[in-house]
T-cell receptor, first 114, second 116 residues
Framework: GQQLNQSPQSMFIQEGEDVSMNCTSS?????WLWYKQDPGEGPVLLIA?????ELTSNGRLTAQFGITRKDSFLNISASIPSDVGIYFC??????????????FGEGTQLTVNP | NAGVTQTPKFRVLKTGQSMTLLCAQD?????MYWYRQDPGMGLRLIHY???????AKGEVPDGYNVSRLKKQNFLLGLESAAPSQTSVYFC???????????????FGPGTRLTVT
């Protein structure tokens, strides 16, 4: 199965800084989802995007569904130590015919220094 | 609601042993999934189910079997464990697209499996 290209692989930032990460693909997607995974836990859904061009916020998080439907980005503003974790993008491909199968990016490991 | 639960949380197997991982969800979701997570490789779909009594292969199905006898439960079996199956296994569930749910999957806490 196709993996999404997620970047960067890791980020080391200072508390209070803004963060941006993105996912790209050569295929068109109908849906983009962003998840966060804390150490030893399962991924937790942060934001879901359903329309090309859609910009959605959830507190300090903002995500956008790219106009071309082949990319998405996630921004975190004013980072805090509890933002530490792995962030995954996931998408449902337009050509996917079997239910709600998702394709996942490889994750961005975020470290926030106090 | 407990959401998605998985048992056991940890397990160590010897090569050739068998085991079953149990996933349960109390959200009345139609769809359920099993993933494995390995360092640097994200989440890869093993098998999934779109309803009670139905299963289908995902991206990496070899060496695994599944069963969905009840809507709320999805079992993942390893008949003869191999070291390559050392991984963290996650179960997820979602509503079907036909019942108005879109593609949001909800994950369990994971099972860490080591095969020696």
């Amino acid at each position: 199965g196709q993996q999404l290209n997620q970047s960067p692989q890791s980020m080391f930032i200072q508390e209070g800084e803004d963060v941006s990460m993105n996912c790209t693909s050569s295929s068109i997607f109908n849906t983009w989802l962003w998840y966060k995974q804390d150490p030893g836990e399962g991924p937790v859904l942060l934001i879901a995007l359903y329309k090309a061009g859609e910009l959605t916020s959830n507190g300090r998080l903002t995500a956008q569904f790219g106009i071309t439907r082949k990319d998405s980005f996630l921004n975190i503003s004013a980072s805090i130590p509890s933002d530490v974790g792995i962030y995954f993008c996931a998408g449902q491909q337009a050509r996917e015919t079997s239910g709600s199968r998702l394709t996942f990016g490889e994750g961005t490991q975020l470290t926030v220094n106090p | 609601n407990a959401g998605v639960t998985q048992t056991p949380k940890f397990r160590v197997l010897k090569t050739g042993q068998s085991m079953t991982l149990l996933c349960a969800q109390d959200m009345n979701h139609e769809y359920m999934y099993w993933y494995r997570q390995d360092p640097g490789m994200g989440l890869r779909l093993i098998h999934y189910s779109v309803g009670e009594g139905t299963t289908a292969k995902g991206e990496v199905p070899d060496g695994y079997n599944v069963s969905r006898l009840k809507k709320q439960n999805f079992l993942l079996g390893l008949e003869s464990a191999a070291p390559s199956q050392t991984s963290v296994y996650f179960c997820a569930s979602s509503y079907s697209i036909h019942s108005g749910g879109l593609y949001e999957q909800y994950f369990g806490p994971g099972t860490r499996l080591t095969v020696t």
